[in-house]
């Protein structure tokens, strides 16, 4: 999945797609960038800040030195919490937590779309797409947020657009 996400990313920043490969890592298969230079570069993260740098796009890092630390954050929060899910109760307790989080922020990170956007969306597209309607709306913001980001142009090309109803329709029985 890492290495899709990588070449998607690779796309949404104009760049030509690179050679990779995975490595496993215990019970994990970690991406592994061929470059011109030595070493190769390992990791998702790793990899998907080069590319920003390399696509000249590092307002994605962040602006402010509080921006890029807080990017930083979610990125180790994707790699550490969302990629090790293993149970219907981790997957409530993340949504849980990015719930309120996104309570009053309509991007991760700062007022525009930066990396962490982008890989928590595509680390939690797998996620979502399982979800109920009523578990869609459970976590509202994260729900918000979610389809915000989905309609990004250029985005969300190798994922299926996820549907979010807007209108409830219950019957109420008496």
Avoid: C
């Avoid at 590319?51 to 796009?57: F, I, P, Q």
């Avoid at 980001?149 to 549907?163: A, K, M, N, R």
């Amino acid at each position: 999945m890492a290495v899709e996400e990588l070449r998607a990313l690779e796309k949404f920043l104009g760049l030509k797609a690179g050679k990779y490969s995975s490595r496993a890592q215990g019970d994990r298969q970690i991406p592994v960038l061929q470059t011109n230079k030595d070493p190769s570069l390992v990791g998702l993260t790793t990899i998907a800040s080069h590319l920003v740098m390399e696509a000249r796009k590092e307002e994605l890092l962040g602006d402010s030195t509080e921006e890029k630390a807080i990017v930083q954050q979610w990125l180790e929060y994707r790699i550490t919490r969302i990629d090790r899910l293993s149970s219907k109760e981790d997957v409530r307790t993340i949504l849980k937590d990015l719930n309120m989080y996104l309570e009053d922020k309509v991007y991760m990170a700062g007022n525009k779309l930066t990396l962490a956007d982008i890989l928590i969306y595509y680390g939690l597209h797998p996620i979502i797409l399982t979800l109920s309607i009523q578990e869609k709306e459970t976590s509202i913001n994260v729900s918000r947020w979610f389809s915000y980001i989905q309609h990004y142009p250029g985005l969300w090309q190798h994922l299926p657009s996820l549907v979010f109803i807007k209108n409830r329709i219950y019957m109420d029985i008496h």
